[in-house]
T-cell receptor, first 114, second 116 residues
């Protein structure tokens, strides 16, 4: 069964460093998402992406964040200058068509900023 | 205001008993959907069940059923014949559609522990 994959599974970085989290959505999916879950808290929407542009972003998704689909298969989330409070699990999700409802989640990348 | 409310931070249930996890939601949109996801200790988000706002019947998926009461704006998850492997965090989420853009808004979750 096709699945969303994410790499790395765990990333440790120092405050102020740039990180890129990678996701490979399911191949025929058109809509892509990033969510964040700070340890012990609820999952929060960051950004949605369709047709090579951002569809919607939350107030969390400030200028430090950017997303890209560089090659038609990968979907990346970049954090330019990480802060301690960026430590969280980051989930990528994808969805097929406008009429489909299920977002398929990847296994997540745990980002630890020290 | 919270759009998704899960009032049970933790629950302990005896194995083989049925369990109901509560979820209430707040929206003025006529078209929306409600999900339940399971998050085991390994961290992944596992889709369990979905209910669309226009669906006439309550959704069921194996041992999972969704008790959808639209007038009360509640979408409780019922797990029948609970198993030890059901121990996990459970999140209720609402699908919001805004000018064609779609996102999920999650509740704070319920930690379910099944006791042998």
């Amino acid at each position: 069964e096709p699945e969303v994959t994410q790499t790395p599974s765990h990333q440790v970085t120092q405050m102020g460093q740039e990180v890129i989290l990678r996701c490979v959505p399911i191949s025929n999916h058109l809509y892509f998402y990033w969510y964040r879950q700070i340890l012990g808290q609820k999952v929060e929407f960051l950004v949605s992406f369709y047709n090579n542009e951002i569809s919607e972003k939350s107030e969390i998704f400030d200028d430090q964040f950017s997303v890209e689909r560089p090659d038609g298969s990968n979907f990346t989330l970049k954090i330019r200058s990480t802060k301690l409070e960026d430590s969280a699990m980051y989930f990528c999700a994808s969805r097929t068509t406008p009429n489909s409802y299920e977002q398929y989640f990847g296994p997540g990348t745990r980002l630890t900023v020290t | 205001a919270q759009k998704i409310t899960q009032t049970q931070p933790g629950m302990f249930v005896q194995e083989k008993e049925a369990v109901t996890l509560d979820c209430t939601y707040d929206t003025s949109d006529p078209s929306y959907g409600l999900f339940w996801y399971k998050q085991p200790s390994s961290g992944e988000m596992i889709f369990l069940i979905y209910q669309g706002s226009y669906d006439q019947q309550n959704a069921t998926e194996g041992r999972y059923s969704l008790n959808f009461q639209k007038a009360r704006k509640s979408a409780n998850l019922v797990i029948s014949a609970s198993q030890l492997g059901d121990s996990a965090m459970y999140f209720c989420a609402m699908r919001e559609i805004n000018f064609g853009n779609e996102k999920l808004t999650f509740g704070t979750g319920t930690r379910l522990t099944i006791i042998p």
